[in-house]
């Protein structure tokens, strides 16, 4: 599905980034199936931005629940 065109003003950003860093980019573009690198981070500011929002501003907690019904929380930093 395409996305719209946004309205928002755009800022060009360059980032130096490890190779191994820019090879983990490419291994979640390809499971997600975003269109960019630059979706791919997008995204994650996206998620990361809510996650925190959640847990530090409204106090929820992040939790991992396993298959085995055993959970984990996961900090955020």
Same mark, same amino acid.
């Given at each position: 599905?395409?996305?719209?065109?946004s309205k928002? +003003?755009?800022?060009?950003?360059?980032?130096?980034?490890?190779?191994?860093?820019?090879?983990?980019? +490419?291994?979640?573009?390809?499971?997600?199936?975003?269109?960019?690198?630059?979706?791919?981070?997008r995204?994650?500011?996206?998620?990361?931005?809510?996650?925190?929002?959640?847990?530090?501003?409204?106090?929820?907690?992040?939790?991992?629940?396993?298959?085995d019904?055993s +959970?984990?929380?996961?900090?955020?930093v």
């Amino acid at each position: 599905m395409p996305r719209m065109a946004s309205k928002d +003003e755009k800022v060009r950003l360059n980032l130096e980034v490890p190779k191994r860093v820019r090879e983990r980019l +490419e291994r979640v573009q390809e499971m997600s199936e975003a269109d960019s690198l630059t979706e791919v981070i997008r995204r994650a500011l996206t998620l990361y931005d809510a996650l925190l929002m959640t847990t530090r501003e409204d106090g929820g907690k992040l939790l991992v629940r396993y298959e085995d019904g055993s +959970e984990r929380e996961l900090m955020l930093v």
